[in-house]
């Protein structure tokens, strides 16, 4: 929501928002923009009233302000079907969809068009560090969009990217989440299936080689051309050595990629990227040329500082499968070092535990795990007794920050959550 309020400004409105929790670094890019912040949610915040509201999927019926919307019979729109009338229409979108990997392959894509002198415009639910901000309007005929699955508003429960029609679309993994929206990774399957329902038949959709839950959308009706990621792909990596990798198509290297990423799962991100480009036109060695110089993106195993002596590296972790991806990224680089995880359940899917069998397994690459007693329905401290890693439950962020402090020189820390974490990293680094 915050990517389309600096689209809508870049447009020329004038534009506010209200939303529960504003912080760092999204608060901060918004206020660079001049667009007014309201904490909490009030009625207040729409007088005088708004040309146009555009309601964000998590606002609820029974929310004052969606009330307060319906009851006055004022003008509002998703965020999703807003992007779709007044920014995509009529132009190239590039999608990238499915569980993980979205905001760090589309940081990827959109430097390689940036570099290709493409001028692309782009929405994307993070910061790419060569960017420094989450969207930007252009007046290129492409755009590249974070397509993600969660429903589109109150009164739309169709997943968000049915409203981006891409005409180039990346399909990076099928997970189960969003507990809260999914009843079961069928539910899931059946938006992608209709997602590639919009996609044209000049299009192209790019999909790893060996993802069955992919496979199993794609037999639910493709009427798109397809290419492969992965191992015996069209797409393939050899010589992975986690900072640098060659990268083959069709059999045939085509270069090597150079890099301060680390982890297979961002060289098979860098593959999919790199074929969504070529589908556009640009060749791969000017793709990789480009990932050369991606520097990454906030809050994705971004090293933020190195205090003494201790490497903070900072992570989104939203599910076990992208945490124990990122801990053996961080693993391959740092060797035999300590590594200490500090982790928040913060999600729906983490706090009602949906996936807390696969939970401790994701985190065992790590010496030791500090977590915040998370606010669950599940009983977090069974888990514990029960599984081998060395995990300790925290009370508050204060006790997390001392264990961190006192850790010795020399030790990795990983801070590991999607919200806030308490203003965890402010406080460590303070």
């Given at each position: 929501m915050s990517g389309i309020a600096i689209l809508a400004k870049q447009l020329g409105h004038t534009v506010s928002g209200s939303d529960a929790n504003i912080y760092p670094p999204i608060s901060t890019q918004l206020t660079e923009q001049n667009i007014q912040l309201c904490e909490g949610y009030s009625p207040e915040h729409l007088k005088p009233t708004p040309d146009l509201i555009i309601v964000g999927n998590t606002m609820p019926r029974g929310n004052s302000v969606i009330e307060y919307i319906l009851n006055n019979n004022l003008p509002y729109i998703s965020g999703a079907e807003w992007l779709r009338e007044y920014v995509l229409k009529n132009r190239w979108v590039l999608g990238i969809a499915g569980t993980h990997g979205k905001t760090t392959t589309s940081g990827m894509l959109t430097w390689i068009l940036h570099a290709a002198n493409l001028n692309p415009g782009f929405l994307i639910g993070g910061i790419p560090l060569n960017f420094g901000i989450s969207a930007r309007l252009t007046d290129s005929q492409f755009f590249i969009i974070e397509a993600d699955e969660y429903d589109t508003a109150f009164f739309d429960k169709r997943s968000k990217f049915l409203h981006y029609h891409p005409k180039t679309l990346i399909l990076n993994n099928i997970e189960f989440d969003h507990g809260d929206i999914f009843a079961d990774l069928n539910a899931i399957k059946r938006q992608f299936a209709h997602l590639l329902r919009v996609v044209p038949q000049n299009g192209l959709i790019i999909h790893p080689q060996n993802d069955s839950d992919i496979?199993?959308?794609?037999?639910?009706?493709?009427?798109?051309?397809?290419?492969?990621?992965?191992?015996?792909?069209?797409?393939?990596?050899?010589?992975?050595?986690?900072?640098?990798?060659?990268?083959?198509?069709?059999?045939?290297?085509?270069?090597?990629?150079?890099?301060?990423?680390?982890?297979?799962?961002?060289?098979?991100?860098?593959?999919?990227?790199?074929?969504?480009?070529?589908?556009?036109?640009?060749?791969?060695?000017?793709?990789?040329?480009?990932?050369?110089?991606?520097?990454?993106?906030?809050?994705?195993?971004?090293?933020?500082?190195?205090?003494?002596?201790?490497?903070?590296?900072?992570?989104?972790?939203?599910?076990?499968?992208?945490?124990?991806?990122?801990?053996?990224?961080?693993?391959?680089?740092?060797?035999?070092?300590?590594?200490?995880?500090?982790?928040?359940?913060?999600?729906?899917?983490?706090?009602?535990?949906?996936?807390?069998?696969?939970?401790?397994?994701?985190?065992?690459?790590?010496?030791?795990?500090?977590?915040?007693?998370?606010?669950?329905?599940?009983?977090?401290?069974?888990?514990?007794?029960?599984?081998?890693?060395?995990?300790v439950i925290y009370a508050n962020i204060e006790e997390i920050v001392t264990q961190l402090k006192n850790a010795p020189s020399h030790t990795c820390i990983l801070i590991m959550s999607n919200k806030n974490f308490g203003d965890l990293r402010r406080r460590l680094m303070e």
């Open positions: 496979q199993d959308v794609l037999q639910q009706g493709c009427w798109t051309p397809t290419e492969t990621f992965g191992d015996n792909a069209i797409w393939e990596i050899k010589n992975f050595d986690h900072t640098s990798f060659d990268v083959y198509h069709s059999r045939q290297k085509v270069g090597t990629v150079k890099w301060q990423l680390l982890g297979i799962h961002n060289a098979h991100n860098a593959l999919a990227a790199i074929a969504a480009a070529n589908h556009v036109g640009i060749k791969p060695n000017l793709s990789i040329e480009a990932l050369n110089t991606f520097q990454g993106t906030k809050h994705r195993l971004e090293k933020i500082a190195t205090i003494n002596g201790k490497e903070i590296y900072d992570d989104f972790a939203h599910h076990p499968t992208a945490i124990a991806a990122t801990i053996s990224a961080l693993r391959g680089k740092i060797g035999k070092q300590k590594l200490i995880v500090a982790l928040e359940l913060a999600s729906n899917s983490m706090r009602t535990g949906i996936h807390r069998h696969n939970l401790m397994s994701s985190l065992s690459g790590a010496d030791q795990v500090l977590i915040l007693r998370p606010n669950a329905t599940w009983n977090i401290d069974e888990l514990l007794q029960q599984t081998p890693v060395n995990a």
